[in-house]
């Protein structure tokens, strides 16, 4: 069929092509959803370890101040370039990718009962598109001037305009140019992709797979692609108009009264008028909420999957995860000003905001509230998928409660911009995620490779990078209390030329180092299992969902030619009546005694 | 066993973040040195306190629960929820944390929609890359007319500069312009409301006075944050936003060398605070640094008075 979408002929019978056959149609340019997904994983994986690098390179630099006698360890820019490309390249390459991109193109099809996505050839054109975006993103180290330096959020004038750094520095040049062309690349393959995910999961279902039988993974990966396609138009907006204020002389981001030395001050003129720095942020932050409910919901669907599994019980709340999941998108748009409170906008609309935003504390309550619900009362079983889904928990809330401060608009003229904030989200959004893509990671290997990770390596990788992560997290909020300002590159302060400074940047960067040594645990994992791990049967984990009746890994087709009949939901474990601790979802009828299901 | 380890770190974590905070005299940098900023410091608190104590239970009941939990060949209990107890867990949260909000906002209103009376101080602050000005409006109370055209014009005299200007662009000139000669372009030629403003590299205010900082950006967004007084606004080039605070009259133990700038004794500054720029604004965004001087109300007078008296006679002196 020209469209690319898969036919259903008859009633049990899905009319499939043929699988290719050679290298290139079947590992590169592949239409196969669960290809695709491997390839946005590892795209992830390595932009993680590339975007780590970056991280461990500017916090020895933190750690190591010039003074006396001691060079310091970054020259000239680098410090600011190498963040730069640390928050865009995690925020977008890592976290943007393998939850979303990665995990739920491999499984949520499965997991719905289809045989692809509604839009295969549309499937590998978002990854060849987000791989064409990391290109450009990876070349801005190489061309003249180097990365860029203006932040993961790039706020004009300072991105906008290339004498905005002085003559000779680096940072503000091609660079800069390739940051924005290369998000906005990312934008269009995010927008092509979440179409395929909205109409794959309204379209493709199996027959007795209702939307509230589905797991609350796939209910994640649905509800982060609508986010995703409302968003990442208006990044995409804000992109161009920025590239158009760059190249093309436009005015949309700069105003009149703009005096720059290396303007002005070497005799030429300001040519821009009637912009505003602000409007730049409102596009940037109208994005830039969603895409954290972006990075995280996956996670959440992940984790709550997982939990329920090694629970060995029903997910507390099923329906109040769905529509807390829900809430967080819909208040999601409307809490952005929240990261511009302090940005110069009208003070009454950033009371609007601040009240918004502390509604969105209210479904995470609840989504956390119903993760202790499901383990209370169960029968706890800690593999590596578990104890990484359990941190998440820790981390969701930790990472969430200093959010309350930051929501607060009183509050935040003390906390704007200082290390509190980086402490918050990279708790909330950036552990906490991935905490939920490495629990994934356990739980879906020896299905997707055919072969089981070593379990007490992935239990060791636990331990260190949980307490790895909270040791280096948890002192941040204690720098930023003491007004630790962000993106500081030394030390002219007395306020922060302190020993307590001195040693807590020395912790944190220590703490840093031992968390990623703890990840090459993981990777060996990873590598050492696809020749050498324990052959996989269908369902290790004795799991409900549709991905478990297959054989590890899954044919080309997924269901080997039969399309799968839902009798039942997600999360049937340990039903008082039946036969064993679990009845998966296709599973007869009878398998669930009918008074099992208590009105509550 | 997993359960008990993790159990353990959960309960290090709760104790490790809360016990040093609560042992703190106070959360935030000391001294807390504005009328405005005791608010905000109470706000904190009050949000820690709840915080902390949701954080606490949550923490402690997941510790608590793998531990009961683990897998001992019990089996699971078949719950599927429980809605009026979700219901009632939202409504508390949501009234909880909107209250909190609620509470605070009046700290917001006043900071930035405080009206000035006769008494309040309007100083400008204009951040640029990479240090900070500071105008005052001199004796006749008004600020003098800013244009970028000005900057780093001695004479302050707006037509002077055009002319100059054009005949240097008739000659095919591409000149460097000092910008330390008039920093942000005051049109101050004698005559005009800028000839007596007051221009410093630092902040100087009394001691108990309403001050409304007016922070402006010259090239990129910078930001304005001084710890101790617990203000911060960016400074965005294009806007001009207002901020109100009064610095309160607390000790302070004071560096042994202090170097205040012209016209100010050392005994007779009251409190001094550093003042940092929170806005990434290009390579030496870290090091643009300036300081606060209070100063007592008599202290600042005679500086004022000082400053003028300078003003004036460098204003006759352009004029000879």
Request: charged letters at 15%; aromatic letters at 14%.
């Given at each position: 069929?020209?469209?690319?979408?898969?036919?259903?002929?008859?009633?049990?019978?899905?009319?499939?092509?043929?699988?290719?056959?050679?290298?290139?149609?079947?590992?590169?340019?592949?239409?196969?959803?669960?290809?695709?997904?491997?390839?946005?994983?590892?795209?992830?994986?390595?932009?993680?370890?590339?975007?780590?690098?970056?991280?461990?390179?500017?916090?020895?630099?933190?750690s190591?101040?010039?003074?006396?006698?001691?060079?310091?360890?970054?020259?000239?820019?680098?410090?600011?370039?190498?963040?730069?490309?640390?928050?865009?390249?995690?925020?977008?390459?890592?976290?943007?990718?393998?939850?979303?991109?990665?995990?739920?193109?491999?499984?949520?099809?499965?997991?719905?009962?289809?045989?692809?996505?509604?839009?295969p050839r549309?499937?590998?054109?978002?990854?060849?598109?987000?791989?064409?975006?990391?290109?450009?993103?990876?070349?801005?180290?190489?061309?003249?001037?180097?990365a860029?330096?203006?932040?993961?959020?790039g706020?004009?004038?300072?991105?906008?305009?290339?004498?905005?750094?002085?003559?000779?520095?680096?940072?503000?040049?091609?660079?800069?140019?390739?940051?924005?062309?290369?998000?906005?690349?990312?934008?269009?393959?995010?927008?092509?992709?979440?179409?395929?995910?909205?109409?794959?999961t309204?379209?493709?279902?199996?027959?007795?797979?209702t939307l509230?039988?589905?797991?609350?993974?796939?209910?994640?990966?649905?509800?982060?692609?609508?986010?995703?396609?409302?968003?990442?138009?208006?990044?995409?907006?804000?992109?161009?108009?920025?590239?158009?204020d760059?190249?093309?002389?436009?005015?949309?981001?700069?105003?009149?009264?703009?005096?720059?030395?290396?303007?002005?001050?070497?005799?030429?003129?300001?040519?821009?008028?009637g912009?505003?720095?602000?409007?730049?942020?409102?596009?940037?932050?109208?994005?830039?909420?969603?895409?954290?409910?972006?990075?995280?919901?996956?996670?959440?669907?992940?984790?709550?999957?997982?939990?329920?599994?090694?629970?060995?019980?029903?997910?507390?709340?099923?329906?109040?995860?769905?529509?807390?999941?829900?809430?967080?998108?819909?208040?999601?748009?409307?809490?952005?000003g929240?990261?511009?409170?302090?940005?110069?906008?009208?003070?009454?609309?950033?009371?609007?905001?601040?009240?918004?935003?502390?509604?969105?504390?209210?479904p995470?309550?609840?989504?956390?509230?119903?993760?202790?619900?499901?383990?209370?009362?169960?029968?706890?079983?800690?593999t590596?998928?578990?104890?990484?889904?359990?941190?998440?928990?820790?981390?969701?809330?930790?990472?969430?409660?200093?959010g309350?401060?930051?929501?607060?608009?009183?509050?935040?003229?003390?906390?704007?911009?200082?290390?509190?904030?980086?402490?918050?989200?990279?708790l909330?959004?950036?552990v906490?995620?991935?905490?939920?893509?490495?629990?994934?990671?356990?739980?879906?290997?020896?299905?997707?490779?055919?072969?089981?990770?070593?379990e007490?390596?992935?239990?060791?990788?636990?331990?260190?990078?949980?307490?790895?992560?909270?040791?280096?997290?948890?002192?941040?909020?204690?720098?930023g209390?003491?007004?630790?300002?962000?993106?500081?590159?030394?030390?002219?302060?007395?306020?922060?030329?302190?020993?307590?400074?001195?040693?807590?940047?020395?912790?944190?960067?220590?703490?840093?180092?031992?968390?990623?040594?703890?990840?090459?645990?993981?990777?060996?994992?990873?590598?050492?299992?696809?020749?050498?791990?324990?052959k996989?049967?269908?369902n290790?984990?004795e799991?409900?969902?549709?991905?478990?009746?297959?054989?590890?890994?899954?044919?080309?087709?997924?269901?080997?030619?039969?399309?799968?009949?839902?009798?039942?939901?997600?999360?049937?474990?340990?039903?008082?009546?039946?036969?064993?601790?679990?009845?998966?979802q296709?599973?007869?009828?009878?398998?669930?005694?009918a008074?099992?299901h208590?009105?509550? | 066993?997993?359960?008990?380890?993790?159990?353990?770190?959960?309960l290090?974590?709760?104790?490790?973040?809360?016990?040093?905070?609560?042992?703190?005299?106070?959360?935030?940098?000391?001294?807390?040195?504005?009328?405005?900023?005791?608010?905000?410091?109470?706000?904190?608190?009050?949000?820690?306190?709840?915080?902390?104590?949701?954080?606490?239970?949550?923490?402690?009941?997941?510790?608590?629960?793998?531990?009961?939990?683990?897998?001992?060949?019990?089996?699971?209990?078949?719950?599927?929820?429980?809605?009026?107890?979700?219901v009632?867990?939202?409504?508390?949260a949501?009234?909880?944390f909107?209250?909190?909000?609620?509470?605070?906002?009046?700290?917001?209103?006043?900071?930035?929609?405080?009206?000035?009376?006769?008494?309040?101080?309007?100083?400008?602050?204009?951040?640029?890359?990479?240090?900070?000005?500071?105008?005052?409006?001199?004796?006749?109370?008004?600020?003098?007319?800013?244009d970028?055209?000005?900057?780093?014009?001695?004479?302050?005299?707006?037509?002077?500069?055009?002319?100059?200007?054009?005949?240097?662009?008739?000659?095919?000139?591409?000149?460097?312009?000092?910008?330390?000669?008039?920093l942000?372009?005051?049109?101050?030629?004698?005559?005009?409301?800028?000839?007596?403003?007051?221009?410093?590299?630092?902040?100087?205010?009394?001691?108990?006075?309403?001050?409304?900082?007016?922070?402006?950006?010259?090239?990129?967004?910078?930001?304005?944050?001084?710890?101790?007084?617990?203000?911060?606004?960016?400074?965005?080039?294009?806007?001009?936003?207002?901020v109100?605070?009064?610095?309160?009259?607390?000790?302070?133990?004071?560096?042994?060398?202090?170097?205040?700038?012209?016209?100010?004794?050392?005994?007779?500054?009251?409190?001094?605070?550093?003042?940092?720029?929170?806005?990434?604004?290009?390579?030496?965004?870290?090091?643009?640094?300036s300081?606060?001087?209070?100063?007592?109300?008599?202290?600042?007078?005679?500086?004022?008075?000082?400053?003028?008296?300078?003003?004036?006679?460098?204003?006759?002196d352009?004029?000879?």
């Open positions: 069929m020209s469209s690319g979408a898969v036919g259903v002929d008859e009633e049990h019978e899905v009319h499939v092509h043929t699988p290719p056959t050679s290298f290139i149609w079947k590992y590169v340019f592949s239409t196969d959803h669960k290809v695709i997904g491997i390839q946005y994983y590892t795209l992830g994986l390595i932009s993680m370890f590339v975007g780590v690098t970056l991280s461990l390179l500017f916090r020895w630099h933190l190591h101040p010039a003074g006396e006698g001691v060079k310091p360890f970054l020259e000239g820019n680098q410090y600011l370039q190498y963040l730069t490309m640390h928050g865009t390249i995690l925020v977008f390459m890592v976290l943007t990718t393998a939850p979303l991109g990665g995990f739920g193109n491999y499984v949520l099809p499965i997991q719905i009962g289809a045989v692809d996505m509604a839009f549309l499937n590998m054109l978002s990854f060849w598109i987000t791989f064409a975006s990391w290109v450009t993103l990876m070349a801005a180290f190489f061309v003249p001037g180097g860029p330096s203006a932040g993961w959020t706020y004009p004038p300072l991105s906008a305009v290339p004498e905005a750094v002085p003559e000779g520095a680096t940072g503000m040049n091609w660079g800069q140019s390739l940051w924005v062309l290369s998000i906005a690349l990312f934008c269009i393959a995010s927008l092509v992709g979440a179409i395929n995910f909205i109409v794959t309204l379209d493709l279902r199996a027959r007795g797979m509230m039988r589905m797991p609350l993974s796939v209910w994640a990966w649905f509800l982060t692609a609508i986010i995703a396609l409302l968003s990442f138009a208006v990044l995409m907006i804000g992109g161009l108009l920025l590239l158009l760059r190249h093309l002389g436009t005015s949309f981001f700069l105003p009149n009264d703009v005096w720059m030395a290396g303007i002005q001050g070497v005799g030429k003129e300001w040519s821009h008028k912009g505003s720095p602000i409007l730049y942020q409102h596009l940037f932050w109208f994005f830039g909420h969603p895409e954290v409910y972006i990075a995280i919901l996956p996670s959440m669907g992940i984790v709550s999957h997982i939990i329920a599994n090694f629970a060995r019980k029903p997910i507390f709340g099923y329906k109040a995860m769905v529509y807390a999941m829900a809430a967080i998108g819909f208040l999601g748009f409307i809490v952005w929240h990261h511009m409170f302090q940005s110069g906008m009208s003070p009454y609309l950033a009371i609007a905001f601040s009240v918004l935003t502390m509604t969105i504390g209210v995470s309550a609840i989504k956390t509230f119903n993760w202790l619900g499901t383990i209370w009362k169960g029968d706890l079983k800690f590596a998928a578990m104890l990484f889904s359990l941190g998440f928990v820790s981390l969701f809330v930790s990472g969430g409660i200093s309350i401060f930051l929501g607060q608009s009183a509050p935040d003229i003390y906390f704007h911009d200082t290390y509190f904030v980086v402490a918050h989200f990279h909330i959004m950036g906490a995620s991935l905490f939920g893509i490495v629990a994934g990671t356990y739980y879906w290997f020896p299905k997707m490779m055919g072969r089981c990770m070593n007490t390596l992935g239990k060791l990788h636990f331990w260190g990078t949980f307490i790895g992560v909270y040791m280096i997290f948890m002192p941040m909020h204690f720098i209390l003491s007004g630790h300002p962000r993106r500081y590159s030394g030390f002219e302060f007395d306020f922060l030329n302190t020993p307590e400074m001195h040693i807590s940047h020395t912790l944190i960067t220590h703490a840093a180092i031992f968390t990623a040594a703890m990840q090459i645990i993981f990777v060996g994992n990873m590598l050492w299992s696809l020749v050498a791990g324990k996989a049967t269908e290790p984990w799991g409900t969902s549709l991905e478990w009746t297959m054989a590890s890994p899954p044919p080309w087709d997924n269901f080997g030619g039969k399309e799968p009949v839902v009798h039942h939901g997600a999360y049937e474990y340990s039903v008082p009546g039946a036969a064993k601790d679990y009845v998966m296709t599973d007869p009828p009878e398998a669930v005694p008074n099992a208590q009105p509550h | 066993m997993s359960a008990f380890f993790l159990a353990f770190l959960l290090a974590l709760v104790l490790g973040g809360i016990i040093p905070m609560a042992m703190r005299d106070s959360i935030l940098p000391q001294p807390l040195a504005s009328e405005h900023g005791k608010y905000i410091d109470d706000q904190i608190r009050l949000t820690f306190w709840i915080v902390g104590i949701i954080f606490s239970l949550a923490q402690l009941a997941l510790a608590y629960l793998v531990i009961k939990y683990r897998s001992r060949g019990q089996k699971a209990t078949y719950v599927e929820g429980h809605t009026k107890f979700e009632s867990m939202a409504a508390l949501g009234i909880l909107v209250s909190l909000n609620l509470m605070g906002q009046h700290i917001w209103a006043g900071y930035h929609l405080k009206k000035p009376d006769e008494n309040t101080i309007k100083i400008e602050c204009t951040g640029m890359q990479f240090e900070w000005h500071f105008r005052y409006p001199g004796k006749d109370g008004v600020f003098g007319n800013l970028n055209r000005l900057i780093g014009v001695e004479s302050g005299d707006l037509a002077k500069a055009l002319e100059k200007e054009e005949k240097d662009k008739a000659a095919g000139k591409l000149y460097k312009t000092d910008r330390a000669k008039n942000v372009g005051v049109e101050w030629k004698s005559g005009t409301p800028g000839a007596d403003d007051i221009h410093t590299s630092d902040l100087i205010i009394p001691v108990d006075r309403e001050i409304e900082l007016q922070v402006r950006g010259q090239d990129v967004i910078h930001s304005v944050f001084v710890r101790e007084l617990r203000v911060k606004q960016d400074a965005v080039p294009g806007l001009r936003v207002n109100h605070f009064k610095a309160i009259n607390v000790p302070q133990k004071l560096p042994e060398k202090l170097s205040p700038p012209q016209h100010i004794d050392a005994q007779d500054v009251v409190n001094y605070f550093e003042l940092a720029c929170a806005e990434l604004c290009g390579s030496n965004h870290y090091a643009m640094k300081h606060v001087w209070v100063l007592k109300q008599d202290a600042y007078d005679r500086w004022l008075k000082a400053m003028n008296d300078d003003v004036v006679k460098a204003a006759e352009r004029d000879k």
